[in-house]
């Protein structure tokens, strides 16, 4: 039997997921199992820019009064229900998130969450009389304040909308010994193709929400219709072009049909109850993957996943509620899957990105591009209940403003994020600046490449 002749009956009945894991070349014959030093990277990208301000609020009396002033009607707490009240749990400072939040306070308080504060894509770390000095201009990441270019920066770490490749896969480069001889993919996409996972070595590879429940992903009535237009994608799929490009694409389809029938085998399975919605859908499918890792011999991975709608010019009140809503329901449930049920708390570590904050200054219902922003890390590696890096000051043509309407100069880098994350996934030291190559140029001026946000 060839491989283009396998129906989807029988991958999802006749085969079972070690038979596939094997003839796909990704089952490792000399893995072992239960690899002792498995470690994994999830990132969350929240596509639109998040508006930091609203998620997380300073509660101190005189930060949250500027807040409020500076906020206007954009100010929580709002009709969504009280802020949800922690503290640093070293300096003792109150903070408030977002009621949306309320499923991951708990994390907070038993130490595995935490807040970077004020991050950004930065080429050199700039002060407000430098960004607003015409005379000796700095240099800035290209097209600041652009969706497309901001979404590409933050996922390749690389201050310019010209980047190939993105630090997870580079990372997942950097440590690609570690698999031995597993094939298995090494950076998956749970969203679709991804740059954060298109590396210089390993292949990514691209699953779409729901997929692990519908692998042809053809739900259409009646079922015939679904059937039909499989069969015709996986003609489509079958025929050679002739043409390099076309070929490669159609390879990343056909491996995703083929992940996505695997996680249907009793392999995959998991018992932890996600959220319907669609980031509870590509944690799920995260989840999955990362159970397979005793059958596979994989011990580094890096997964993507994204929702988006944080574009919120206009009534952002109960939108941006809603969409942080999603986010903690689906990363406490995958937290929980981590922990009670796969036993991997310390060795996967879930983090945020986004395309860059919002401006403290309202616009009408909402509120317009920023820069600097507030981002979530997770995990039992992290040095939760804390608020890392430096928290800004929230005034309007204040320290951290780049202009008058406080979009906030990054006092951290993405960069040096994303270094720690990777260190932590197992980058050595010395190949750190192969991954983060801006970083490094510029380290003196930074300060420390890494941070003290995981253990």
Sequence with gaps: MNQHSISRRSLLKGIGATAMLTRFGWMNALAQQNPPDYKALVCIFLVGGNDGHNTVVPLTQSEFNAYKSARGTLALPDNNGPLVQIQDQVTGTPFGLNPGLTSLAPFWNSGRLGVLANVGMLVKPVTRAQFLDPANPVALPTNLFSHSDQIQQMQAAIPSSSAGTGWGARAADMVSGLNGGSAFPAAISCAGPALFCTGNIVQSASLLPGFDLNPSGMSLWPASAGTARLNGLQQVLQFDSGLALVQAANKVRKDALDLNALMQGGNAQISTVFPGESLGAQLRQVAKLIKLRDTTGVKRQVFFCSLGGFDTHGSQAWQHWDLLTQVSTAMAAFQNCMENELGVANQVTSFTLSDFGRTLQPSGSGCDHGWGNHHFIL?????????????????????????????????????????????WLGVADEDLPTVFGNLYQNVNLFGAPTLNFMA
């Design 379 to 423: 995990g039992g590696a992290v040095q939760g209940g804390r608020i890392h890096g430096t928290f800004p000051t929230l005034a309007l043509g204040g320290p951290d403003d780049s202009g008058s309407r406080g979009a906030l100069i990054p006092t951290t880098s993405v960069e040096q994020y994303a270094c720690t994350l990777a260190k």
